[in-house]
Nanobody
Framework: QVQLVESGGGLVQAGDSLRLSCAAS????????MAWFRQVPGKEREFVAG????????SYADSVEGRFTVSRDNTKNTAELQMNSLKPEDSAVYYC?????????????????WGQGTQVTVSS
């Protein structure tokens, strides 16, 4: 069983930066794909960024392209999301998720394992 634990959320002002971390434990396929999603009340969980665990190939939602950077450390089984130039509309609960398959997916339903989420609030 894979467990994911996020950390690093908080309250910041618009224009600030924040770094989220996701620690993965348990055994999972090296060809897995890890992603970050976010969700606000009343809306569906939204894909933010993803990274291939083996080769580091990344993908981003248009809304965060150029501001957010996803990375992973295979030796520590961690993934991170560096968020720069934050905007109030980036406020949400952020989740990391793992999918044991090669293909990049932006649909939350394709991911098998989820963290508990961490709140990010950006004030204007």
């Amino acid at each position: 069983q894979v467990q994911l634990v996020e950390s690093g959320g908080g309250l910041v002002q618009a224009g600030d930066s924040l770094r989220l971390s996701c620690a993965a434990s348990g055994r999972f396929d090296k060809w897995s794909h890890m992603a970050w999603f976010r969700q606000v009340p009343g809306k569906e969980r939204e894909f933010v960024a993803g990274i291939g665990w083996s080769d580091g190939t990344t993908s981003y939602a248009d809304s965060v392209e150029g501001r957010f950077t996803v990375s992973r450390d295979n030796t520590k089984n961690t993934a991170e999301l560096q968020m720069n130039s934050l905007k109030p509309e980036d406020s949400a609960v952020y989740y990391c998720a793992l999918r044991q398959a090669w293909l990049i997916e932006t649909s939350a339903s394709k991911y098998e394992f989820w963290g508990q989420g961490t709140q990010v609030t950006v004030s204007s």
